[in-house]
């Protein structure tokens, strides 16, 4: 069993006054692909670190299996990494990076080429066996440096922005053949990227940080359907989710001419605070939202921008309600987009509208 968990770890840097890792509470469960995502700084890296042995954890544990693993040597984790820089050898073949740690470990010559002709065949690399790093593409190295993870057969793999350095085409071919890869393998995957798209399309849960706090773990419906607070709702999606302060009444979130109707229960917990809180944060996706024609009610918005993506287009604006520079994104039809300028109205489904706290910004419901 490889079932990984970090039992309330935390860690803190040497004259830093916050935890870069503050009580991580996170199981991974044995064969799953799991995906940690966040902003830069958020801890992420770190975790992942920790779990490598890497970092040195200042209090709870982590687990592997059965085994504590908290204060063990990454070579005694049986884990395998793949970085950011591939780090291959560059004097070496395919087939010698691939087979080096097993060659370093004793393993028979026989075994190390049955278990790297194995995973060229995975990786698509049994014709690239004998040529040089320098010799292959961007992808390639990528994949002799996955090969060089899977030869070892380690309960875990640890993935830290593996895809960074590649093109934006490659970067998603890449993905779908590493998510694939990890399904046909089933061994249990911690992958870590500041990108939330490759968490979205990767991970079969994604776990979203934000300075050194776990915010949400959930599949990526769960995270985009039901976020728990304001900042998960807002990193997770592409373009972002639409959140705005506004003001708070009995019926609802007030955007200017539209009321965004809130139940009761939601109502009064927007209003908790001290002092008594007189707004709250509507949010809406731009999907979930449509144009209205003049004379209808809809938040009139003043377009600055029209991205036209052939069959959808995404209208950006400023509402003009508000004297700030807040901006709303609304998608709609790539066949009729409005005109820079001009003044379209809006109107979000208002069974699709998400309410949260204006000071915390915890879902309200």
């Not at 700084?41 to 059965?66: F, P």
């Not at 395998?80 to 820089?85: E, G, H, R, S, W």
């Not at 393998?185 to 990108?195: C, W």
């Not at 509208?353 to 000071?359: E, G, K, M, N, S």
């Amino acid at each position: 069993m490889s079932a990984t968990r970090f039992d309330h770890a935390s860690l803190t840097y040497p004259g830093a006054e916050a935890p870069a890792v503050n009580a991580l509470d996170l199981e991974i469960s044995d064969g799953e692909f799991l995906v940690l995502v966040g902003p830069s700084g958020c801890g992420k890296s770190t975790s992942l670190r920790m779990l490598a042995g890497l970092e040195q954890v200042d209090t709870g544990a982590i687990w592997i299996g059965d085994d504590n693993v908290t204060h063990l040597p990454p070579k005694a984790r049986d884990i395998a990494m793949v970085f950011q820089n591939y780090a291959l050898y560059p004097h070496m073949s395919v087939a010698q990076n691939m087979g080096f740690a097993l060659r370093i470990a004793g393993v028979a010559k026989q075994e190390i080429e049955r278990r790297v002709l194995q995973a060229a065949r995975l990786l698509d690399l049994d014709e690239y066996l004998e040529r040089k790093p320098r010799a292959l593409s961007g992808g390639q190295r990528q994949r002799v440096a996955m090969g060089r993870a899977i030869v070892r057969e380690p309960r875990v793999f640890l993935m830290d922005e593996p895809l960074s350095n590649l093109d934006a085409k490659l970067r998603v071919q890449t993905r779908s053949q590493m998510a694939a890869l990890q399904k046909r393998l089933g061994t249990t995957t911690v992958y870590v990227t500041h990108d939330q798209v490759e968490a979205m399309t990767m991970g079969e849960r994604v776990a979203v940080m934000l300075d050194g706090e776990l915010q949400q773990v959930g599949t990526p419906r769960q995270l985009y359907d039901e976020p728990v607070n304001a900042f998960v709702a807002g990193f997770i999606g592409s373009p972002a989710m639409n959140i705005t302060t506004v003001p708070l009444t009995e019926q609802g979130g007030v955007f200017g001419p539209v009321t965004i109707p809130l139940t009761r229960s939601q109502v009064v917990r927007a209003g908790r605070g001290d002092p008594p809180q007189s707004t709250v944060r509507i949010g809406f996706r731009p999907e979930d939202c449509e144009l209205v024609g003049d004379g209808q009610d809809g938040i009139p918005v003043r377009v600055t921008l029209v991205e036209e993506l052939g069959s959808d287009a995404y209208v950006h604006g400023h509402p003009e309600y508000t004297e700030g520079e807040e901006s709303i994104v609304v998608r709609t039809s790539g066949r009729t987009p409005p005109s820079v300028g001009g003044t379209v109205r809006i109107r979000p489904r208002p069974d699709h509208c998400h309410a949260f706290h204006a000071v915390t910004g915890a879902r309200l419901g």
